[in-house]
């Protein structure tokens, strides 16, 4: 797999999809920055008289809920749709679900149009399998590996490939988990990283639609080992965010496989 992820970050610079975003007014900006440094095109665009042609020419559609009014959930359930009926590939970041009642309803209803992959943290994919995870605003108050029968569960249900960031990031798909060991304690003081995880695997699930498994794969490992190798040239998250975008962007292929930890788990 060490190949293949390498290959896939190569691909991604190749392609240079586009990733349609419906994302939060907290991290609009460094997900675009960090799709663009990634080498894919951002498109953040959420009215609808637009939203089903920018589906339409997009690779693959990010919608985020994490500041959410009534005009961007319609946007999201248009969007949502409309990746569906044309086979897609369309990413989920359920933040904060477990919060609300309004987030509850919202993450129900779109997951009736079958996302491809979702990622979230082990309470918000406990919260969002009815397994009892209790959430603390955005924060996750469960390690990744206790939300994983409830990754499962959403797998067997919705058919979408989960992926649970946490200090290990858990990728489970029907038949095996891919688990990622990379990434920094100081990323968590950096706002929206995981909104920018969940940004990345749209842009590789963009540039490789029939193995969304890998291709989340892919992304958290790209990320948590840009983030490694950042916070060496960091002297707080401030810095660490202007580091980490230029790794994203300048990351070498000995870089990648001395950082890279995975190990596949079949089931």
Known sequence: MRESLWKSVLQLRQKSPLVHNITNYVVM????????????????????????????????????????????????????????????????DPVGVGASNLRNTTVAELLKYRPTVIRGNASEIMALANA?????????????????????????????????????????SANQKILINNGHVMMTKVTGLGCTATALIGAFVASEPDNAEE?????????????????????????????????????????????????????
């Open 29 to 92: 900006n460094n997900t675009a920055n960090a799709l663009l440094a990634a080498g894919a095109s951002p498109i953040m665009a959420h009215a609808h008289a637009e939203i089903e042609e920018m589906v339409s020419i997009c690779g693959a559609t990010v919608i985020n809920i994490g500041t959410l009014d009534e005009y961007w959930i319609e946007s999201m359930y248009k969007a949502a749709a409309k990746a569906q009926q044309l086979g897609k590939p369309w990413v989920l």
């Open 132 to 172: 009892g995870g209790q959430t603390k605003g955005v924060d996750s108050t469960h390690q990744s590996v206790e939300a994983i029968a409830s990754a499962k569960w959403l797998n067997e249900n919705t058919g979408a490939v989960v992926c649970i960031s946490g200090a290990t990031d858990v990728i489970v």
């Open 215 to 267: 291709a989340t794969a892919a992304a958290m490992a790209l990320l948590g080992i840009v983030g490694e190798i950042a916070v060496q040239q960091s002297e707080g998250p401030g810095s660490l965010q202007m580091h980490l975008l230029d790794k994203l962007y300048n990351i070498t292929e000995d870089e990648f496989n001395t950082y890279l930890k995975v190990t596949i788990e079949n089931d």
